[in-house]
């Protein structure tokens, strides 16, 4: 009889993500998926980060309609969360810029390296939950 890998067995990353639908939970959810998207790693002799955001720019189309898509699930967490449908709006507006930008061909990456869109909702999102839910808040040392 074959057992199924426990998440921890799979990898320690996937381990450690929270899966609940509390506030906490959320918070470090979307914190994670706006490193990846936006600061992987940083470019060489610059002080500015690059993520998989600016990396799938440089597929036309599909690179920037899989960006835009994981930007809506960012926006999806913060209706869980009990946000204003004029939150949400403004959280579709970056993703629709980002996603507009990033249409064009190869050129798109430039402005997506600058306009930022998962960074700006991430933090409308951390607004949202540092008024309503401040016990999520994290103290950065």
Same mark, same amino acid.
């Given at each position: ?48 980060? %690059? /993520?998989? @955001?600016?990396? $799938?720019?440089?597929? +036309?189309? #599909? &690179? ?7 930007? =809506? ?21 970056? %993703? /629709?810029? @980002?996603?507009? $930008?990033?249409?064009? +061909?190869? #050129? &798109? ?7 930022? =869109? ?22 950065? /040392?």
């Amino acid at each position: 009889m074959t057992t199924r890998p426990r998440t921890m067995d799979i990898h320690p990353i996937l381990s450690s993500l929270p899966i609940g639908r509390d506030a906490a939970s959320v918070r470090l959810r979307l914190e994670a998926m706006e490193r990846v998207m936006e600061g992987l790693f940083t470019i060489p002799g610059t002080s500015r980060k %690059v /993520g998989l @955001d600016v990396l $799938l720019d440089l597929v +036309p189309v #599909v &690179g920037t309609t899989i960006a835009a898509l994981v930007g =809506s699930w960012l926006v999806w967490e913060a209706r869980n969360l009990g946000m204003s449908k004029l939150q949400m709006a403004r959280m579709f507006g970056n %993703v /629709g810029v @980002d996603w507009a $930008l990033g249409m064009i +061909p190869f #050129v &798109g990456a430039v402005p997506d390296f600058f306009f930022r =869109s998962n960074t700006r909702n991430l933090r409308i999102i951390r607004r949202h939950l540092d008024r309503h839910h401040p016990a999520t808040a994290t103290i950065l /040392g």
